[in-house]
T-cell receptor
């Protein structure tokens, strides 16, 4: 069965510090991995995806994610967090249909 | 390009009623998927439509149904509403292809907030 796990319900980071939001996956076959962000009362916004190729994927708003096949992980990162990055982040895998993690709430404090 | 639009944005119904939600995909996108988002269950896949045919289905009861029109617009219907159906219903569209779209990016609408009293 395909699945995605986000082990942290919440991540707290100070503005200007680097941030990491964790994601691990389990798929039979090639993993097509995605990150989305959701602001209050809004739909999900696409940040980035990994299909194949370079393990470091760059996306919108300065975010990037590192695909690690041996650890079956796809962690989202940003070198310097902004208060405006505070939101709910979802990792997902597309295996003919999307399977999403439970979401991680990111709090960036001034 | 205009994004995915969903109507209505907010809806209040009572138990036992039925409801229809509408989704207009991004122009040129042929696949429309529906999701239910609740605080307890997270994001759950309902179904996907491609070229007016249901291509994938999640684990929801038959009270949840959908359809897609020739212009790719989609509707989902929930009959005999229950309190537990209160949720944010999200629609997403993607370009996709007839063979499936595992590499496709889905673009989400703002959602319809359904409250069942």
């Amino acid at each position: 069965a395909q699945s995605v796990a986000q082990p942290e319900d919440q991540v707290n980071v100070a503005e200007g510090n680097p941030l990491t939001v964790k994601c691990t996956y389990s798929v039979s076959g090639n993993p097509y991995l995605f990150w989305y962000v959701q602001y209050p009362n809004r739909g999900l916004q696409f940040l980035l995806k990994y299909i194949t190729g370079d393990n470091l994927v760059k996306g919108s708003y300065g975010f990037e994610a590192e695909f690690n096949k041996s650890q079956t992980s796809f962690h989202l990162k940003k070198p310097s967090a902004l208060v405006s990055d505070s939101a709910l982040y979802f990792c997902g895998v597309n295996f003919n249909k999307f399977y999403f993690g439970s979401g991680t709430k990111l709090n960036v404090k001034p | 390009k205009a994004g995915v639009t969903q109507t209505p944005r907010y809806l209040i119904k009572t138990r036992g009623q039925q409801v229809t939600l509408s989704c207009s995909p991004i122009s040129g996108h042929r696949s429309v998927s529906w999701y239910q988002q609740t605080p307890g269950q997270g994001l759950q896949f309902l179904f996907e439509y491609f070229s007016e045919t249901q291509r994938n289905k999640g684990n929801f009861p038959g009270r949840f149904s959908g359809r897609q029109f020739s212009n790719s617009r989609s509707e989902m219907n929930v009959s005999t509403l229950e309190l537990g159906d209160s949720a944010l219903y999200l629609c997403a569209s993607s370009w996709s292809s007839s063979g499936g779209g595992s590499t496709d990016t889905q673009y989400f609408g703002p959602g319809t907030r359904l409250t069942v009293l």
